[in-house]
């Protein structure tokens, strides 16, 4: 039997899980700048009547159905619930990362048909000069929810089901990001997806996350977990110290963020395995994650039975496949192999440069089937087309399917280097092996040749001899580079922008 899906409103769902679970908290680790009167704890419906009061001052300020309305504000929660209220008011949200300048921003914005803005005191100053909105439609959040609303209006009507209703963009590793657009029928095969996977999980517990709020994930988990009436812990600040306090004072069942602050947290692992020990369910996606970061979590927790739940996706596709990993199962794991599709919704294949499936065992270019792929990038259709071949989705990945059907996920086609079967495969070895390192990346070098790059544990020393013993029997390639973990230039994910930190890394060797 097909599946099936319903087409995901963001202001419906939202009212909807409200009126289901009303008195389900959500904390916060630190006040919303859009919405100071929810403070660091709130309801499903208390945080349901703020919406519709925002959505409501929305269309007072003259945002008509339809609109397209970029949010660009600082990092946190109420981007999201930002969102929500411009569902309520029939727009399109628009998600900007606040990491974006305002060069960036005139060129994506001009894309757009006459848009509004929405910012805070974090963006305030960028906004200033960002030239393809007009004046009059840059609104200020805190200024706006100052204003008296008194009775709330009218949800406009939603959007139709193949309409263009939210939109997000690409990470802009190449140039300027894409934007990404999706519609309600896109985002409910997504949330179907998801839900599948929650519906096997306590929704009694608390589900804690820090995902970027302006990238899709976070929409559809959102919606998904409150569909589940999910009591939620959102983390805005990720330094480590913060979430070692949230984590003792909230306890949580489930646990997800991007692979990069996993690696990052894995410091407090060591330092105090309680920390995470309440934790069951560990979920990561966006990007690859080593095991001895999966091993560390796992072992942390209380739990007889825990599960780290690794995802492979695309913004463009929605999560795509799956591996569950347990204390067991990670000894024999290869974190290469990043599992298979979600049978009726998802599935992947590996086919050469003409586009033909290749066999099991070889490599080739990953190409992605998803009942939830967005429409469009707005205004670029065209650079959308060109990954597309009928059904199937180009991901700019290079792979390939294992004789057990599993996905090995091996490099972005762009940063292939030559002499190295995988940069992925030797950061993985090389993070597993040398615990005081968080971070390594390989790119290309000034030279041509591939340069690592990697960072320290806080409070950890390089340990050369350790590393000239780890590497002595792989490829060859140039002496690291040891930055700071800041200092990686990345995505609102979290994920290291290997064009620019080449870029970086070469302007320094000219200087």
Known sequence: MSPSSSPLYLHQNFRGSARAAPATPIHFDKPLNAFPGLG???????????????????????????????????????????????????????????????????????????????????????????????????LDLVELQQQPVGEVDRPAEPRGVDDIAYMTHTSGTTGIPKLIAHSPKSMGWRVTWQRRILSLVDNNGIAAFHISPVHSRFNIGIASLMSFGFPMLVIADPAPDNVAALMRKYRPLTLETHPNHFMRWAELVDRDPDVFSSVRFLHSTFDAINKATMQAFLRASRHRFPVFLQVYGQSECGPMVMRAHTRQTLRFTNMRSVGIGMPGLTRVRVVDETGRPVRRGKQGEIEMFSRGRAITYYDEDERFQRNVRGRWWNSGDLGKISWTGSLWLQDRQVDVNEGIQSNLELEDVILDALPFLNEVVFVRGADGGPQPVVSVVEGKEFDWDSWWKCVADMPRFNRPVVLSYDDFPRTATAKVQRRQLEQMLHEDGAR
Request: hydrophobic share 45%.
């Open 40 to 138: 660091t704890h709130t309801t499903y419906a208390d945080a349901a009547e703020a919406v519709a009061e925002l959505g409501t001052r929305f269309m007072r300020a003259g945002i008509a159905r339809g609109e397209h309305v970029v949010v660009f504000k600082s990092t946190s929660f109420d981007s999201y619930l930002t969102a929500v209220a411009l569902s309520y008011a029939g727009a399109v949200p628009v998600m900007i990362s606040p990491h974006l300048k305002a060069d960036t921003l005139n060129v994506m914005a001009g894309r757009l048909a006459d848009p509004w803005l929405v910012y805070d005191h974090a963006t305030a100053e960028e906004v200033t000069r960002i030239e393809a909105v007009r004046t009059g439609r840059k």
